[in-house]
């Protein structure tokens, strides 16, 4: 079954609800990715979870 995919528009419109900046979408592990924030934001079933208590640490290189 092939993960369903998140509207170009509503990615647009999103940012870190931490840092308040801009995401980048990782199609790959179904995830937004907050650099500035150290953060990987879910996205399940097409839609983005936006908590900070349900993304996970990712390193700041």
Known sequence: MEPRKVDPKLLE????PVTKTRLEYDAGSAELISRAAGLAYPIRDGIPIMLAGEAREINRE
Not at 13 to 16: E, G, I, N, Q, S
Request: with cysteine; glycine share 0%.
């Open 13 to 16: 419109l999103l940012v870190c």
